[in-house]
């Protein structure tokens, strides 16, 4: 076995700090709170809730029933009771393409409240929950209905999005 020089150990002395020092972070030295990062960032978390939401409420017109941001929404691995992204997509264009009048939605409406985001795993895989509610067009606004659910979303490039139950039916 061949012994290393000299010059090779100064060498390697001078360069290993160097290659050290270019490690991942943001090289303030502070420790990174795992609750401002990744699925675990309430930022994040909050600006998918509201996304969410929004979302929601624009299917009451034309543009939300063709929202390419809507649909966004979806992780395109989204399968919930047997429905995929794909079949959402096919399902509100044709609620766009068949409304009689564009503010006049067949399509039922939903305002979301109360959701939270929790339970990540090690995949970014975690719980939304909250309520449904759903006024009846037929009766008072105070004639609603409401329904608790909860949903699997996942964090992937940025931001969240609908998994769904992955069930195919």
């Known amino acids: 076995m061949k012994k290393p020089s000299i010059c090779r150990l100064a060498w390697l002395a001078l360069i290993f700090p160097l290659i050290s020092a270019c490690g991942g972070g943001d090289d303030s030295g502070a420790a990174i709170d795992p609750a401002t990062v990744g699925a675990n960032s309430a930022a994040k978390q909050s600006s998918f809730i ?39 997509s096919a399902n509100l264009a044709q609620e766009a ?4 009048s564009p ?24 719980t939304l929950s909250g309520t449904l509610s759903n006024n009846d067009v037929d009766a008072s606004a105070a004639n ?26």
């Open 50 to 88: 509201s996304d969410y939401s929004d979302g929601l409420k624009t299917l009451s017109n034309y543009a939300g029933l063709t929202s390419a941001a809507f649909l966004d929404l979806f992780d395109g691995s989204f399968v919930d009771g047997g429905i995929t992204k794909a079949m959402v």
């Open 97 to 100: 393409a068949a409304a009689v």
């Open 103 to 126: 503010d006049l939605p067949t399509f039922p409406l939903a305002t979301l409240s109360g959701a939270t985001i929790g339970g990540c795993d090690s995949s970014n895989v975690c």
């Open 144 to 169: 609603t209905t409401s329904v608790a659910f909860t949903t699997r979303v996942k964090y992937s490039d940025g931001k969240f999005r609908l998994l769904g139950d992955g069930a195919a039916s």
